[in-house]
């Protein structure tokens, strides 16, 4: 997986790293950014660090137009159908009609949201029924499980909730599973058990000069160091103001 350079996140991909492999008790992370802070380019990279042995579940929650569905949806894309038969056994037994031997996205989507397109004292009902098959399954799906959201700002307000209670709360018992969340805003503060596991961080300038030197380097862009540390300082450590004014320039630098 190629991923686009960005410039320095080095105590926040090093804190990922340490994540995945174990040597934080963290299995939570939490990044919050403005909008052109690099945030998506950082959850990009967290992406391109999970190779082989780990199992990558990611999703873009500005298009999870089906909510809770969509979340279940992907995890069974990504994983196989197969990876999660208790959810699978869950599902037909709250809507018989549907069709769990499909393996298609739209298909996914249509079955799990017949189980949840009911009135709110079923639904809520037919929601406990399956998270509590699904999250046995992501206990045994793969030896270590990441899975990356990104725009959670975006996402439809009953899966935000969601996502900040009864998602985070299942994956505090699950010790194979590291969840990162990024967004304009990300999960507020709990008193449940997996706020002890979560690391929370905030996104900053990056004014380190040579690191982006090292970044017009790596795109193959033209600037001197002494052009570089111009353009870092005009824009006050803003990445995408950076970013944006390399691009400018760099036409009239031959590129």
């Known amino acids: 997986m190629k991923h686009r350079p ?14 995945l492999v ?12 403005a909008s052109g802070w690099g945030k998506s380019d950082l959850l990009e990279c967290f992406a391109h660090e999970c190779a082989g042995g780990v199992c990558l579940v990611s999703l873009d929650l500005k ?9 279940f949806s992907v995890f069974r894309q990504e994983l196989g159908a197969d990876g999660l038969p208790r959810f699978n056994v869950a599902l037909t037994r709250l809507a018989p009609s549907v069709n769990i031997a499909s393996n298609t996205a739209l298909a996914g989507k249509m079955d799990i949201s017949v189980a ?18 699904f999250f046995d399954d992501l206990g ?3 030896e270590k499980i990441v899975v990356i959201f990104d725009t959670f700002e975006k996402a439809p307000p009953e899966l935000q909730n969601w996502l900040g209670s009864a998602f985070l709360r299942h994956i505090a018992r699950l010790p194979n599973i590291r969840v990162v969340i990024g967004g304009q805003s990300v999960p507020e503060h709990s008193i449940e058990k997996w706020e002890a596991m979560c ?3 905030e996104l900053r300038e990056i004014d380190d000069v040579d690191e982006w030197h090292a970044y017009v380097q790596e795109t ?18 803003h990445p995408r103001t950076i970013i944006d004014t390399f691009a400018a320039l760099a036409p009239r630098w031959g590129v």
């Open 6 to 19: 960005i410039a320095d996140r080095k105590p926040e991909t090093e804190f990922f790293r340490d994540m």
């Open 116 to 133: 949840l397109n009911v009135d709110d004292q079923t639904r809520k009902f037919n929601l406990e029924q399956l998270e509590d098959a």
């Open 199 to 201: 690391e929370r961080r």
């Open 22 to 33: 174990g040597r934080t008790d963290a299995r939570i992370l939490l990044v919050q950014a």
């Open 140 to 142: 045994a799906a793969c």
């Open 63 to 71: 298009g999870a137009e089906k909510g809770i569905a969509e979340v």
């Open 220 to 237: 193959h862009l033209p600037f001197p160091r002494d052009a570089v540390k111009a353009i870092v300082l005009q824009g006050r450590g």
